[in-house]
């Protein structure tokens, strides 16, 4: 873990209208705050990072591209930023405050098919956008897909690389993603391309049907040799509740060699959405606390952890 963190907790202060609260998270180099919005205009999520800790011109350089690049990108899958700025020694994005991460949501207990369709569509949907406009996002994680008001979103471009960019990358990808859905390319510093995104959003969704994260581990070319050795097994057979189907989607996006998985992200996202239709209707019902609709089998709702409905 690097440690860049402000020591001073920010809770209290003003920047540039934007009243801080509580902190609600922490990444690897930023801590994340809910703020008031000036008047009177509800709640956003403030990202901040502290210029007099931080004296690394290169992070500083990434957080400035990240607002900027998402300023650009207007999509219902990635969070909506409001505003950035540098205020006294702070750089800060305030942007659209969401419940919670999907890492808050897993645990060892596998998670509903509909979940993970959800998931695989709609941050496949946001990938698709921004592979259509040459940027790879690189840092595909759980902490890193929010819980927005009615959907999944897509977050921290800390990483993101524009391919047609001739910024060069100063800040090792490897150092700071997170080894269990990285792809083996990036593991092996080959090119990253589409393909390295839909293997890590495969991996992930590996997690959520399982309850397991793909591989551990704490060196890249270690987890290369294992995702080499021993390819990941269909989750179906680990989880009779995961369909046949959806599991050769996962299995699909996540293979080794990228000339076999999904030529295209949009080919990836057609069939994670067709395996809707080939599910039998569950039962169901709905969450009182989120409203979500849950299958009658799970006794706390996966999304909010509410005991009874
Ligand atoms: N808009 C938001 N709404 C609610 N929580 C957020 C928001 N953005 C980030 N967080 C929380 O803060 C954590 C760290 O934020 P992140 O953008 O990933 O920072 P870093 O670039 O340091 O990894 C996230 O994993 C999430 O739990
Ligand atoms: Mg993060």
């Not at 809910?34 to 800790?53: R, T």
């Amino acid at each position: 873990m690097l440690a860049w963190f402000t020591k001073k907790d920010l809770a209290g202060t003003k920047l540039d209208g934007y009243l801080l609260r509580d902190q609600i998270g922490a990444g690897e180099f930023a801590k994340v705050y809910v703020a008031d919005a000036p008047d009177g205009k509800g709640q956003v999520a403030i990202k901040v990072l502290g210029l007099s800790e931080v004296r690394d011109k290169d992070v500083v350089k990434h957080f400035e591209r990240q607002a900027r690049l998402l300023e650009k990108l207007d999509h219902p899958n990635i969070v909506k930023i409001h505003a950035h700025g540098r205020t006294r020694d702070q750089l800060w994005i305030a942007m659209d405050l969401a419940a919670k991460s999907l890492d808050k949501m897993l645990g060892d207990q596998p998670l509903p098919e509909d979940l993970i369709i959800d998931v695989g569509s709609q941050i496949g949907g946001a990938l698709q956008f921004i592979h259509q406009r040459r940027i790879i996002h690189r840092d595909l994680k759980p902490s890193n897909i929010l819980l927005g008001t009615h959907s999944y979103v897509l977050s921290d471009f800390g990483f993101a690389k524009v391919l047609d960019s001739s910024s060069v990358v100063t800040i090792n990808p490897k150092k700071v993603m997170n080894l269990h859905y990285l792809a083996p390319e990036i593991a092996l510093g080959l090119p990253v391309t589409a393909k390295s995104d839909v293997f890590s959003l495969g991996a992930i969704m590996y997690h959520l049907a399982t309850g397991k994260a793909p591989y551990n581990g704490t060196n890249p070319v270690r987890i290369v040799e294992k995702q080499l050795k021993e390819p990941l097994p269909n989750p179906h057979t680990l989880n009779s509740g995961i369909s046949y189907e959806l599991g050769m989607v996962i299995r699909k996006a996540t293979t080794v060699e990228d000339r076999f998985r999904y030529p295209s992200t949009a080919d990836f996202v057609r069939d994670v959405r067709a395996c809707r239709h080939i599910q039998p209707p569950k039962e169901a019902h709905q969450c009182l606390g989120c409203r979500q609709m849950v299958p009658a089998e799970f006794p706390r709702c996966p999304y909010c952890g509410r005991k009874s409905f």
